[in-house]
Each structure stands twice: as structure tokens, then as C-alpha cells.
């Protein structure tokens, strides 16, 4: 059997997972947590802090940073909620949907390249794999702690 660790260190070097900036978008280097805060951002609805440093399994701290860098680059928005001033809901502004549409387009790119080289069973396969890994990883008691998704 090949080696799993070595597999993994593999895809993650060729996913670029290593880069210090995943993506370049609208002028600005945007770096890989960078880029997973505004999917979340733009996939829920009207997240709080807290709600997205718990879908991306990131203490509070480190993510309240990464925030404030995208606040002050004027691709996030954090306000206090209404019901609780404690709370801040984070929502893209206009720059930072178009930044966040364009990583997606840009992934799904590349995904649909690599993809090319595979026919539809081979595709399907991975997909369903990449599914059965995800499902058994949010059942381990050693990984990933409280990620959601």
C-alpha cells in the first residue's frame, strides 16, 4: 500500500496549501486562511466571529487578526448585532464579494483542469472518496477538532 502521510504531503504541496498566498484577486495577495474566512463568510447566513472561527476550527485570536487584516483591505465588514453588542456579525462588502466569487471561479478552474484528466468514473470516484475521508475525519476523536462543514 502507498504511503497515506506521503500522499497527503503530496496533494497539499500540489494544492499550493504551503503558499504563503493562495490567491492573487482584484490586485490583492490573499493568503489561504484569508481565502477559506471570506467562503465561509459568503456561504453562511450572517455569521458571527464566533460562528466562522468555529467552522474553519480556529481559535478566536488568531481569526479575530485575519479579520481585522480583511476589514482594513475593505473586503470585510464586522457589526455589532443588534440583539447582543457583545457580538459582531461579519457580512463581504461589495469589493470583498467580488474578491470572494473570484477565488471560487479561480478554484473551480482548477479543479475542473485537474478533473480533465480524468474520465467521468475516475472523477465520480474521487468525489465520493474525498466524501468518505471528510465523513470518517468529522468521527475521529484525534482530528479536527470542532471544524464544521
Known amino acids: 500500500m502507498d ?3 506521503e500522499l ?3 496533494m497539499t504541496r500540489r494544492f499550493g496549501l ?3 498566498n493562495c490567491c492573487s484577486a482584484g490586485g490583492f495577495e490573499i493568503s489561504l486562511i484569508q481565502s477559506h474566512i471570506l467562503y465561509e463568510i459568503d456561504h453562511q447566513h450572517n455569521p458571527s466571529m464566533q460562528q466562522i472561527a468555529d467552522s474553519l476550527g480556529t481559535d478566536i485570536t488568531t481569526f479575530s487578526r485575519q479579520v481585522q487584516s480583511l476589514v482594513k483591505m475593505n473586503l470585510v465588514k464586522k457589526t455589532p448585532d443588534p ?3 457583545r457580538i459582531y456579525i461579519l457580512s463581504l462588502t461589495t469589493e470583498g464579494k467580488f474578491i ?3 477565488i471560487d471561479q479561480q ?7 485537474v478533473f480533465s484528466h480524468m474520465n467521468e468514473f475516475e472523477k465520480e470516484t474521487v468525489i465520493r472518496s474525498i466524501k468518505l475521508l471528510n465523513d470518517a475525519m ?3 476523536s484525534v482530528c479536527c477538532g470542532n471544524i464544521i462543514g
Open 100 to 102: 470572494a466569487t473570484t
Open 8 to 10: 497527503f504531503q503530496v
Open 138 to 140: 468529522a468521527k475521529s
Open 18 to 20: 504551503l503558499n504563503k
Open 3 to 5: 504511503n497515506p502521510r
Open 107 to 113: 478554484m473551480n478552474s482548477f479543479l475542473n483542469e
Open 83 to 85: 440583539n447582543d453588542r
